[in-house]
Antibody
C-alpha cells in the first residue's frame, strides 16, 4: 500500500526553525510531484509548497515564500520542508502528499501523510 | 490566485438523506477539481478527482459534477461514517487552493 510517514514538528519559539520529513513507500517516489499542505487550529486546508520529481521546480504559497524551502532525497524516498523565521501564524498540522496526474482528467493528492503538529509560541 | 467559494459552510442532515455541496471557482478550472473528506485527527481522504471520477475504494453514494466554474459533490443515502468536513480543491493553477470547507453534522 502506498504510504507517507511524517516526522519532525513540535514546539518552537517565534523566529525559530524546524524541519519536517516525509518518508514514502510502495510507490515510485522519484517520479512524482510532492506537496505540503497545512491546517491551522480550527481552520481550513491551505496549500503550502510543491517540488518537481527532479527538484528542478519548487513553488510556495505567498504566506511562506522566502522563509520555507522544500527539498527531496530521491535515493532515500524522503521529502523535506525546512521552515525558518517561524511565526505564530505558522502554527498548524502539516501534511505531505503525493500529486498524481491523470492525463486529460486532472491531478489529485493521494496518499497523504498522517500529519505533524507544528506549534510556534513563546 | 484562484478563489474557491464553497457552500454551505455547515449542513445538518440525517442518515439516509441526500446532500449537495457546491464550489464556485473565481475563474474556469476545466474540471481540475478534487473533493476530500476530512475527519478530526486524520489526514484528508480523496473522494473524487477531475470533478467526477470516483477514487478507488470510495463508495458509489459519492458523486461529483460540474464544469467551467461551478462544481458540486453529492452524497446519496448518507451513512453514519459520512459525517465529516468536506473540502474542494482546484489543481488548475498554483497555489492549489481549497474551499473553506463544509461541516456536515447530524441533525
Amino acid at each position: 500500500e502506498e504510504e507517507l510517514v511524517q516526522s519532525g514538528g513540535g514546539l518552537v519559539q517565534p523566529g525559530g526553525s524546524l524541519r519536517l520529513s516525509c518518508v514514502a513507500s510502495e510507490f515510485a517516489f522519484s517520479s512524482d510531484w510532492m506537496h505540503w499542505v497545512r491546517q491551522a487550529p480550527g481552520g481550513g486546508l491551505e496549500w503550502v509548497s510543491r517540488i518537481s520529481p527532479d527538484e528542478t521546480y519548487t513553488t510556495f504559497a505567498d504566506s511562506v515564500k522566502g522563509r520555507f524551502t522544500i527539498s527531496r532525497d530521491n535515493a532515500k524516498n524522503i521529502l523535506y520542508l525546512q521552515m525558518n523565521s517561524l511565526r505564530v501564524e505558522d502554527t498548524a498540522v502539516y501534511y505531505c502528499a503525493r500529486a498524481k496526474t491523470v492525463s486529460g482528467i486532472g491531478r489529485y493528492f493521494d496518499p497523504w501523510g498522517q500529519g505533524t503538529l507544528v506549534t510556534v509560541s513563546s | 490566485d484562484i478563489e474557491m467559494t464553497q457552500s454551505p459552510s455547515s449542513l445538518s442532515a440525517s442518515v439516509g438523506d441526500r446532500v449537495t455541496i457546491t464550489c464556485r471557482a473565481s475563474q474556469t478550472i476545466s474540471k481540475f477539481i478534487n473533493w476530500y473528506q476530512k475527519k478530526p485527527g486524520k489526514a484528508p481522504k480523496l473522494l473524487l478527482y477531475g470533478a467526477a471520477s470516483l477514487q478507488s475504494g470510495v463508495p458509489s453514494r459519492f458523486s461529483g459534477s460540474g464544469s467551467g466554474t461551478d462544481y458540486s459533490l453529492t452524497v446519496t443515502g448518507l451513512q453514519p461514517e459520512d459525517f465529516a468536513t468536506y473540502y474542494c480543491q482546484q489543481t488548475y493553477n498554483t497555489p492549489y487552493t481549497f474551499g473553506q470547507g463544509t461541516k456536515l453534522d447530524v441533525k
